[in-house]
């Protein structure tokens, strides 16, 4: 009989990275039994419950949520996993747990993604070495950090080097940008219009710009429709970036997309006052987009909060295309990060090294 390995996730980036592992383990144990939330995972509860917990404001569904997580941990106890793997999501994934350590269950528990704890709440550390047998993290200075407080960290590489590589059969279009603002509601409403503004700013200035846009909420189509600019929306999103010349969006993993991509791209973060206020006091990083953080300088230009308007994200764009903004020095620092991400077999490395569990 396989082994029971439990996955929990939520929002659309953990299931990506989810359905990522899900597979893995299948290439490595033919039979093993999965189930949880993410990509393809057969549900212990339903995927589309724990999908809204991270899309709507966590005051205005707190009954939800509580609900959801007695479902689901109730679920998790009386499977008994071999392993329980949390990927991601970590407010919902450390309060769950913790609960599980309360009660004292005889699985191990690894994270996969765990927190930033780096940029901001350092004190989660102190929970996920209580909680976690073990973390796998997305780059190596992640796993050099948790190791310093006494977190058995695994670092084998980004799992995005074996989804994204530069295709030479995409035809790049020539002044065609790409407008990636984001697929949460919350980024949508932040970024949307705003890149929509930059885009008809740029227009003014370069009559022969084409825009694409990626918007996954279809609610917010009728924004770019209305705008009299040539604009195309485009569903996935690899295929926009591979098709766009520049890039423009929010600060997220589509930094570490496009630079895979090696795409040069404006990265803007706009927030709410509360936000901004926990950004400014919080956050404890000079960088927001990962390539620049990693690297450890301005690799991609950075308008964040007041500096994010419709008039500097053209005034960056216009200056690339006429071959003024430092290109080359851009394409140069991608190489480096890309160096930083290891190299391909990602996932199957790392389930190899959560093979001490499944034995």
């Given at each position: 009989m396989g082994k029971k390995v439990a996955i929990i996730t939520g929002e659309?980036?953990?299931s990506f990275y989810a359905g990522l592992l899900k597979d893995a383990l299948i290439r490595r144990f033919p039979s093993?039994?999965?189930?949880?939330?993410?990509?393809?995972?057969?549900?212990?509860?339903?995927?589309?419950?724990?999908?809204?917990?991270?899309?709507?404001?966590?005051?205005?569904v707190l009954l939800k949520v509580l609900r959801l997580f007695e479902r689901l941990k109730h679920a998790i106890v009386e499977w008994k996993p071999d392993l329980l793997v949390f990927v991601d999501f970590p407010d919902f994934n450390l309060f769950l747990g913790r609960s599980l350590l309360r009660q004292k269950v005889g699985f191990p528990m690894v994270y996969f993604i765990p927190p930033t704890v780096w940029a901001w709440r350092h004190y989660r550390v102190n929970t996920i070495r209580r909680i976690c047998h073990a973390v796998f993290t997305l780059f190596e200075f992640e796993a050099e950090y948790y190791r310093r407080y006494g977190v058995d960290a695994v670092w084998e590489?980004?799992?995005?080097?074996?989804v994204l590589k530069p295709s030479s059969t995409v035809e790049v279009g020539d002044k065609v940008i790409g407008l990636l603002p984001g697929s949460r509601r919350k980024e949508l409403e932040n970024h949307l219009s705003l890149l929509l503004d930059a885009a008809e700013t740029l227009y003014d200035a370069c009559s022969e710009c084409r825009f694409l846009v990626s918007v996954v909420d279809k609610s917010y189509r009728a924004l770019v429709e209305k705008r009299n600019i040539p604009i195309e929306i485009v569903d996935d999103s690899y295929k926009l970036m591979r098709m766009s010349q520049l890039l423009v969006g929010a600060s997220g993993t589509v930094t570490v997309e496009a630079a895979i991509l090696h795409?040069?791209?404006?990265v803007v973060y706009?927030?709410?006052?509360?936000?901004k206020f926990i950004f400014d006091y919080f956050v404890h990083t000079k960088f927001i987009a990962m390539p620049n953080i990693v690297v450890g300088r301005r690799i991609y230009p950075e308008l964040i909060q007041d500096d994010a308007t419709a008039e500097n994200i053209s005034k960056v764009l216009l200056s690339w295309l006429n071959k003024?903004?430092?290109?080359n020095g851009i394409r140069a620092g991608l190489k480096e990060f890309n160096r930083s991400l290891g190299s391909e077999g990602v996932m199957d490395r790392i389930v190899s090294r959560m093979?001490?569990?499944?034995?």
């Open positions: 659309r980036s953990g093993v039994d999965i189930r949880g939330t993410g990509e393809g995972i057969p549900p212990l509860v339903e995927m589309e419950d724990v999908a809204v917990v991270g899309v709507l404001s966590a005051v205005a590489g980004h799992p995005l080097v074996d795409k040069p791209m404006v706009r927030s709410s006052f509360i936000d003024r903004g430092g290109i093979q001490r569990w499944l034995h």
